[in-house]
């Protein structure tokens, strides 16, 4: 299984993107799936994530601006970036716990979008 992910870019400040991720095929479930970032020289951090108690998390300094939402008969994520600034300019990963369709369940990252957010 490979989790595909798209829908970064260059956005001006101020800007939104949406990103969305879906596995490569088929797969009997997803327990956690969501979203991660890294900035250039820092480490990688939570952005948004729907947990396996089916609630959402979002890091502090994307609350009121970011959205995670997904369509479970497509098994995507979808996170909706409003109101970007140069602080969120990073490599955005997918990430979800998945049991495949041969019942082995495991953690996969994406391969990362990068978002840049510049005039």
């Known amino acids: 299984v490979q989790l595909q992910a798209c829908g970064g870019g260059l956005v001006q400040p101020g800007g939104s993107l949406r990103l969305s991720c879906a596995p490569s095929?088929?797969?009997?479930?997803?327990?956690?799936m969501g979203w991660y970032r890294q900035a250039p020289g820092k480490q990688r951090e939570l952005v948004a994530i729907?947990?396996?108690?089916?609630?959402?998390n979002y890091a502090d300094s994307v609350k009121g601006r970011f959205t995670i939402s997904r369509d479970n008969a497509k098994n995507t994520v979808y996170l909706q970036m409003n109101s970007l600034n140069s602080e969120d300019t990073a490599v955005y990963y997918c990430?979800?716990?998945?049991?495949?369709?041969?019942?082995?369940?495991?953690?996969?990252w994406g391969q990362g979008t990068l978002v840049t957010v510049s005039s």
């Open positions: 990430s979800a716990v998945i049991t495949s369709s041969n019942y082995v369940r495991l953690a996969y």
């Open positions: 095929e088929t797969v009997f479930s997803i327990h956690v």
């Open positions: 729907f947990t396996s108690s089916d609630t959402t």
